[in-house]
């Protein structure tokens, strides 16, 4: 229920606060190919800075897949999957990962799974997103983090690979 309410909150904030009508907004993307270039160029087009342009997509793209996810205090949102049974994460922990990202059109751009291979890091060394929500899972842990991009790569994008100013989306498994 405190997820349900603190979704609505969050999407009363952002409404009050928006320029943009969500139902005209819909309906445009609908209508729109899932080519995120057109779709990014709509929400430009229609939002006053890029915090409120990924808040819009992010909500968008939760809502449309119906997904029950939980806003942190710096925009990430997270499914949680699972919870594990593990020790708390803590800033500094080495940690081994499996993941896949992805972007708002559910096309793929890495995967550690295709590699076979976790990877391992210390809590703190990731993008912002990863050094947010780790700390908040334990060890066992699934979970989907819905990225804005000033969490992810932001500006400056990741050449080759992520366009900047992009959201991401990563599913995870915290192996130990």
């Known amino acids: 229920m405190k997820k349900l309410i603190l979704y609505f909150l969050t999407l009363t904030v952002l409404a009050c606060n ?11 993307v609908e209508q729109k190919s899932t080519d995120l270039a057109e779709i990014y160029q709509y929400y430009h087009a229609n939002a006053s800075n890029q915090i409120e342009i990924d808040e819009n ?19 990430v949102f997270v499914q949680t999957l699972k919870k594990g ?17 992805y972007f708002l059109n559910d096309k793929e751009f890495d995967s550690s799974y295709k590699r076979g291979k976790p990877i391992t890091f210390r809590v703190g060394s990731m993008v912002p997103a990863w050094n947010e929500v780790l700390p908040l ?5 699934k979970a989907t983090l819905f990225v804005p991009s000033s969490m992810g790569y932001g500006n400056r994008g990741f050449p080759g690979y992520i366009e900047p100013n992009t959201c991401l989306i990563f599913d995870i498994e915290i192996k130990k």
């Not at 997509?57 to 925009?75: E, F, H, P, Q, S």
Request: aromatic letters at 4%.
């Open 137 to 141: 899972l334990t060890k066992g842990s």
């Open 57 to 75: 997509l992010l909500i968008d793209y939760i809502a449309d897949k119906n997904i029950d996810a939980v806003r942190t205090n710096k925009g």
């Open 18 to 28: 928006s320029k943009t009508n969500n139902t005209d907004v819909n309906t445009k």
């Open 85 to 101: 049974s593990g020790e708390q994460i803590k800033t500094g922990d080495e940690v081994s990962v499996d993941y896949k990202g």
